[in-house]
C-alpha cells in the first residue's frame, strides 16, 4: 500500500521556525499566522485528498500562508472610480465629500472633540448643536435635529409624533406608499413606529377631498412622500404641500414632507426637473421637513430633520434619537457640508454639484483629453453624445447631456472585469459593446489613475 501523503505534512510549530513564518508573525502575531497556517495545511489536505499530487515544501505552505494573511486584513471597503457617469451612486457611496468636509472629518477622527462639551462652560454640550445653527440659517427652519439616515428621520418622527394622547392615525396618499429601495417600504416604517396608516385615494390620484374625510379624532398627522425613484405620467394628480398644510393646520394636525434628496440648490437650472426643495416645503408650511445627508446635499450620510422648534424638541427628547443619532465623523463632516451652502460656493465646492452643473463644453474639453491619452496608449476610441444620470433615488427618468468616451474592446465584459481589478478598481458601463466612461463622475484628483489602469487594460486586452 501507497503511504499515505498526509502524514508527511509538517506541524504547525515546524513550520513556525521556518525564517519567513518569523516574520509573518512579525508582521501579523502569532495567534492569526498560527490560524493562517492551519487553514493552509487544511486546503492542502483537501487537495490531497481529492487530487493526490505531491505534498508541497514548507516555504509554499508559508508562502500560502502569507496569502491568506494577506486576504484577511485586506479592507474590502477601497475607493474606487466612478466612471458610470450616475452622480449620486447608492453602491459606490452615494455622495464624495467636498475637501473642506474630509478635512473637517480629519480634524476630529484621530482626537477629542468637543462633541458633547461646551467650551464657554466647561460644561455638558449639545451634540446637534454643531449642525443646528447651520441648518437654520441655510434653511430658514426654526430647529433642527440629525440622525444616521433619512430612514432614520422617518422612523424618529413617526415614533415620536404618531402617539398623541392615545391617537396614532397617519394619513398617507396611495401613491405615496414608496419602497425606497433596501427594502425600506413606507408601510413596514409605519407599523413599525406604532402608527397606524390610513391610505387614501387611489394610485395614480388623490384629491384634497380625501385627505379632509379621512381626518377624525384618531388623526395626529398627515405625512406626505416624495416619489423620489419613480414617475407617475398620465393621469395623474395630488395636492400640494402647501394645500396640505393648510388642511393640517385647520384641523390642528402636523405635516411630515419627506422630500428624499434634499435639494438645497434648484435642480431646474441645470436642465433638471424641479426636484422639491428644502426651502420650498417649510414655506409651504410643513412642520417637519425630512431628507438625506448623502444625495444632494452632498454630504455624508445622515438623515436632517427640520421644522417647528417644538416639534423638533418633541424628537430629541424621544429615546429612540438615542439609537439614532449620529458620530463626531458625520457631524464634521455634515457641519462643513453645509458651510458652502451658507458661504454660498456649494456648486463650486460640494463635488455632487460640481458634476451636476459641470457645462458640456467642459465635459467635452476632458473628454478629449482622456481620448488623446487612450490613443496614444493604443486604444481606439472616440467622443460620443450621452446622458448622465443623478441617480441615488433622486429624478427618477432625469438625465444630463454629456460627452463620454466609447472604447472599442474585444469584450466590453471582459474590459469591466480588468478595470475592477485594479489597484483602485474603475466601475463603468458598456454601451453598443463598447466600454463607456462618462467624465462627468470622474473626480480630478482620479485620472491619473484611471490612465495608468486603462494602460494596463490595453496590455491585458492584447495579451
Ligand atoms: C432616499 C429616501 C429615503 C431614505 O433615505 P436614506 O438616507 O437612504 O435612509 C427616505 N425617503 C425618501 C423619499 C427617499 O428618497
Known amino acids: 500500500m501507497a503511504e499515505n501523503p498526509l502524514r508527511n505534512l509538517p506541524g504547525i510549530d515546524t513550520l513556525l521556525s521556518h525564517n519567513t513564518a518569523v516574520l509573518l508573525v512579525q508582521s501579523y502575531g502569532h495567534d492569526l499566522t498560527v490560524q493562517a497556517l492551519r487553514v493552509a495545511l487544511a486546503d492542502i489536505r483537501t487537495q490531497l485528498r481529492s487530487d493526490g499530487g505531491a505534498v508541497p515544501t514548507n516555504s509554499t505552505l508559508i508562502e500560502n500562508a502569507h496569502g491568506i494573511l494577506e486576504s ?129 385615494g387611489a394610485t395614480n390620484r388623490t384629491h384634497l377631498a380625501d385627505y379632509e374625510s379621512a381626518i377624525h379624532e384618531e388623526t395626529v398627522l398627515i405625512l406626505h412622500v416624495h416619489r423620489s425613484n419613480f414617475t407617475m405620467v398620465g393621469f395623474t394628480g395630488e395636492p400640494s404641500v402647501a394645500e396640505l398644510a393648510e388642511l393640517s393646520h ?86 462643513a457640508t453645509l458651510t458652502h451652502y451658507l458661504k454660498g460656493d456649494a456648486l463650486e465646492k460640494i463635488p455632487v454639484w460640481q458634476m451636476i452643473s459641470q457645462s458640456l463644453s467642459d465635459l467635452q474639453e476632458r473628454a478629449g483629453r482622456y481620448a488623446e491619452a487612450l490613443t496614444a496608449a493604443g486604444f481606439s476610441c472616440s467622443v460620443v453624445m450621452g ?13 444630463l447631456p454629456t460627452w463620454p468616451i466609447q472604447i472599442e474592446v474585444p469584450s466590453a465584459e471582459r474590459a469591466l472585469e480588468v478595470l475592477r481589478s485594479q ?41
Open 72 to 200: 484577511w486584513v485586506a479592507p474590502t471597503l477601497r475607493r474606487v472610480i466612478n466612471a458610470t457617469g450616475i452622480i449620486v451612486h447608492t453602491n459606490l457611496g452615494r455622495a464624495p465629500l467636498s475637501d473642506q468636509a474630509v478635512e473637517a472629518v480629519q480634524v476630529v477622527a484621530g482626537g477629542y472633540a468637543t462633541l458633547e462639551f461646551d467650551l464657554t462652560s466647561g460644561k455638558r454640550g449639545s451634540r446637534s448643536s454643531h449642525v443646528e445653527a447651520l441648518l437654520q440659517r441655510v434653511t430658514g427652519a426654526e430647529a433642527a435635529l440629525v440622525v444616521n439616515n433619512n430612514a432614520a428621520a422617518v422612523l424618529l418622527a413617526l415614533t415620536t409624533l404618531a402617539s398623541q394622547d392615545g391617537h396614532n392615525e397617519v394619513i398617507l396618499s396611495r401613491g405615496q406608499l414608496v419602497e425606497i429601495g433596501g427594502g425600506f417600504r413606507m408601510p413596514d416604517v409605519m407599523e413599525q413606529s406604532g402608527a397606524r396608516l390610513v391610505e387614501i
Open 387 to 399: 446622458h448622465s444620470a443623478v441617480g441615488g433615488g433622486s429624478l427618477p427618468g432625469e438625465t
Open 250 to 335: 385647520n384641523h390642528k394636525l402636523l405635516l411630515i414632507d419627506d422630500i428624499g434628496s434634499g435639494a438645497l440648490l434648484d435642480t431646474s437650472i441645470y436642465g433638471l426637473a424641479p426636484e422639491p426643495m428644502v426651502q420650498a416645503s417649510l414655506a409651504d408650511g410643513s412642520d417637519l421637513v425630512l431628507f438625506s445627508g448623502d444625495k444632494l446635499v452632498g454630504g455624508p450620510q445622515a438623515g436632517i430633520l427640520i421644522g417647528r422648534a417644538k416639534v423638533i424638541t418633541r424628537l430629541r427628547n424621544h429615546p429612540l434619537y438615542r439609537a439614532l443619532r449620529p458620530d463626531k465623523l458625520c457631524l464634521a463632516a455634515l457641519g
Open 423 to 463: 489597484p483602485i478598481p474603475v466601475i463603468a458601463r458598456i454601451a453598443n459593446d463598447k466600454l463607456m466612461l462618462d467624465p462627468r463622475t470622474i473626480l480630478a484628483r482620479d485620472e491619473e489613475h484611471l490612465f495608468t489602469s486603462l494602460v494596463n487594460l490595453h496590455h491585458e486586452m492584447r495579451g
